[in-house]
């Protein structure tokens, strides 16, 4: 099954990038079916999946030769964790593809090449959650750099989209080859073992400087990915020059990566070296969250004031790592699934304005709602859901972070509180700005700010609002599947750590 869920989207780019451009309907059809395949496939992975406390941690193991001379195999498995994150990929997917089902007319690019470029961004962010072997993990986490790059650099909007590609590709290209020494630093130090479950049941390295050099090594290309303060600056420059749609699944999946990976691969491989760096790491979440909202507020663009509240909240999401209680963990992982499910309604939402106004600049707006009043209520919404109003998913994920973090540091608790605050002032002033107050003359020489959403828009929309409602209001599913995943992973991190996890081995 997790095969399927790489092989699938990786055949249908293939499919579709074969097609002809003047082919442009059948494309979108095509593209839209291998995706529905994936979440079909997805659904029937959960459906299957064991949520027991004593359950193995990880699920659907495959393993095959991949280089039988280097004993190195294609090897696949997925957690609780990575269960969210693969259903999140498969759900956004298919909305990210009718986001964009009508944008590419305006852009002179061809239709089939970038639904194709879509499919290959997913199965390569597929393969990132369920690789269970380090150095295929890698191959992922670099070659997903290479569909996204031409989305942005090719498919963006504005004079700087070009520059927002480079300047994306040259620092994740920096962080990965810094992670590249990394592997193969720990594939050297345990006797050439690429597979993640033997790494994890085999005894860890030494505690002292081998063990933080490989910690930095893998940590500060999960820190440019995910991005964490200081090293989030190529976020609002991909963002605000993506495509609406690409950057729902950049900021939404792709940068889940980074955080997804720290857990994954920092906590059980590295964890003297976590403990030793956690309170570096709390300390630039909880900067990255105050200054990432300060500077949101100054924004003038929409899409770079979405990237900048991305920011922090993957502050929040940093101090439930490393706070390392079970609550902030499990917060943390629910955040990273709720927060795909807000930002990219968010980032859909300010495509269609900015799809009318041909604008994403905040000053071409004002009184919008006037015209476009359902359009306004998905983009409150999508707002309030960004700022974890209670009764949306968000903020049952902030609870628990904060939560858990003041039961072991206080102080840092309350700074990233005011986090929340900040975040009202900046989501509420921005739909004030566009939405409400006088209305801008321009907008009625603008025909379609006169078009409220259409049924296309309203159908991929409504399962992210019933999405954000559902679990806002019962997240338990999500927390089922998160708890035993958490808890095996803390237990490297713990005082005293727990016994080897159950049924991690591939045999």
Known sequence: MLSALVAVPLIGAVVVASMKREHAAAARWTALGFAGAVAVITAVVALGFDYADDAPWLQFTESYTWIGAWDLNLSWGIDGIALLLVALTAGLTPIAMLAAWRDLDAVQRSVPTFFALVLALQAAMLATFLASNVLLFYFFFEAMLVPMYFLIGSYGTGPKKQYAAVKFFLYSLLGGLLMLVAVIALWVNNGGVFDWATLVESEPLAA?????????????????????????????????????????????????????????????????????????????????????????????????????????????????????????????????????????????????????????????????????????????????????????????????????????????????????????????????????????????????MKRDLTLREKALVAPLVVAILGFGFYPQPLIDAIEPAVDHTLGFVADEPADLPMGVSNE
């Open 208 to 448: 002292g400087t081998l063990q933080n050099w490989l910690f930095l090594g893998f940590f500060v290309a999960f820190a440019i990915k995910a991005p964490f303060f200081p090293f989030h600056t190529w976020l609002p420059d991909a963002g605000g020059a993506a495509p609406a749609a690409v950057a729902a699944l950049l900021v939404g999946v792709m940068d889940k990566i980074g955080t997804f990976a720290i857990l994954r691969y920092c906590l059980p491989l590295f964890p003297d070296a976590t403990k030793t760096f956690a309170p570096w790491v709390i300390g630039m979440s909880v900067i990255g969250v105050i200054y990432a909202a300060f500077v949101a507020i100054g924004q003038t663009d929409l899409k770079r004031l979405v990237a900048y509240t991305s920011i922090a909240h993957f502050g929040f999401i940093g101090l439930g790592i490393f706070a390392f209680t079970q609550a902030s963990a499990t917060g943390a992982v629910l955040y990273m699934f709720n927060h795909g499910l807000a930002t990219g309604l968010l980032f859909i939402v300010v495509g269609f304005l900015t799809l009318r106004r041909g604008s994403a600049q905040i000053k071409d707006y004002g009184g919008a709602a006037k015209t476009l009043p359902l359009l306004a209520g998905i983009f409150l919404f999508a707002g309030l859901a960004s700022l974890s109003l209670p009764g949306t998913a968000p903020f049952i994920s902030e609870f628990l972070v904060l939560f858990g973090a003041f039961t072991e540091n206080e102080p840092v608790a309350v700074v990233a509180a005011l986090g929340i605050i900040l975040a009202a002032a900046y989501v509420l002033w921005m739909y004030q700005r566009t939405m409400q107050g006088d209305r801008n003359p321009e907008l009625d020489e603008v025909p379609a």
